[in-house]
């Protein structure tokens, strides 16, 4: 299993990003996927998840309405599209899957909000 996050950068207060997740090693069609991210000195925590089918999506309260979660299936890829995006927005962002009994991780991308 292999996941490679890109897209990430330093973007200004308000901008936007959209971040990608290649997948492969797996049915990727078959599992649910997840965008977390981590802060220098914080706790990883997780961000949005999407369904294997991408029919149901879940998002952090503080992410709401800002961030959207989607995938490709023909394309083994997972998007997460960051708007309104905020300095406590920056973090490491990490692409997550639970496949075969494991937790995968990406190695992340940084993205970085300030003026």
């Known amino acids: 299993v292999q996941l490679v996050e890109s897209g990430g950068g330093l973007v200004q207060p308000g901008g936007s990003l959209r971040l990608s997740c290649a997948a492969s090693?797996?049915?990727?069609?078959?599992?649910?996927m997840r965008w977390y991210r981590q802060s220098p000195g914080e706790e990883r925590e997780l961000v949005a998840a999407?369904?294997?089918?991408?029919?149901?999506?879940n998002y952090a309260d503080y992410v709401k309405g800002r961030f959207a979660i989607s995938r490709d299936n023909a394309k083994n890829t997972v998007y997460l599209q960051m708007n309104s995006l905020k300095p406590e927005d920056t973090a490491v962002y990490y692409c997550n899957t639970f496949a075969y009994g494991m937790h995968y991780w990406g190695k992340g991308t940084l993205v970085t909000v300030s003026s």
């Open positions: 999407i369904t294997n089918t991408g029919g149901s999506t």
């Open positions: 090693g797996f049915t990727f069609s078959s599992y649910g």
